[in-house]
């Protein structure tokens, strides 16, 4: 089974990131690694965030010190990432339990190094608002160009 490292990058969602978290520890593909950029200036949200990490001993912290954004998170998260795979979500976003186990079978079986998924746009109460569809994004030039990869 190969690694994958799940990162989240962290800015002022306290009332989501939890959910997140316990979406990604009840993954059916349990072989991984939770890397929290955590890209804020609260301590108050950092102890949250520390003792949120005590559910699961594949939790990592790992502290920007100062501001970089969502993007340069990501990138710190690859950096200290032990995994074959790497994942993304966002620390209001959660997973459905077979998200991992699916997406890493497709691309297994399809020779895939890159992937991405269709996704509900859900509202604060939980009602699907909204969803975007996967397309076959077939070059990289195509991906680079869209914005399909939420």
Same mark, same amino acid.
């Given at each position: 089974?190969? !690694?994958?490292?799940?990162?989240?990058?962290?800015?002022?969602?306290?009332?989501?990131?939890?959910? @997140?978290?316990?979406?990604?520890?009840? *993954?059916?593909?349990?072989?991984? /690694?939770?890397?929290?950029?955590?890209?804020? @200036?609260?301590?108050?949200?950092? /102890?949250? !965030?520390? /003792?949120?990490?005590?559910?699961?001993?594949?939790?990592?912290?790992?502290? =920007?010190?100062?501001?970089?954004?969502?993007? !340069?998170?990501?990138?710190?998260?690859?950096?200290?990432?032990?995994?074959?795979? %790497?994942?993304?979500?966002?620390? $209001?976003? @959660?997973? @459905?339990?077979?998200?991992?186990? $699916? *997406? %890493?079978?497709?691309?297994?079986? =399809?020779?895939?190094?890159?992937?991405?998924?269709?996704?509900?746009? %859900?509202?604060?109460?939980?009602?699907?608002?909204? *969803?975007?569809?996967?397309?076959?994004?077939?070059? %990289? =030039?195509?991906? !680079?160009?869209?914005?399909?990869?939420?």
């Amino acid at each position: 089974m190969d !690694l994958v490292s799940v990162i989240i990058p962290y800015y002022k969602k306290r009332n989501f990131v939890k959910e @997140t978290i316990v979406s990604v520890i009840n *993954q059916s593909y349990d072989y991984l /690694e939770i890397l929290i950029i955590y890209d804020d @200036t609260n301590l108050n949200d950092l /102890e949250f !965030l520390q /003792e949120i990490s005590k559910l699961d001993k594949r939790i990592k912290i790992i502290n =920007n010190n100062k501001r970089l954004g969502a993007g !340069l998170s990501r990138n710190k998260g690859i950096e200290q990432s032990n995994g074959k795979y %790497i994942a993304f979500i966002d620390a $209001d976003d @959660t997973w @459905t339990p077979d998200k991992l186990k $699916d *997406q %890493i079978s497709f691309m297994k079986k =399809n020779k895939y190094q890159i992937s991405h998924t269709s996704y509900f746009i %859900i509202n604060e109460k939980k009602k699907i608002i909204g *969803q975007r569809k996967a397309r076959d994004l077939l070059s %990289i =030039n195509e991906i !680079l160009k869209s914005c399909d990869i939420g």
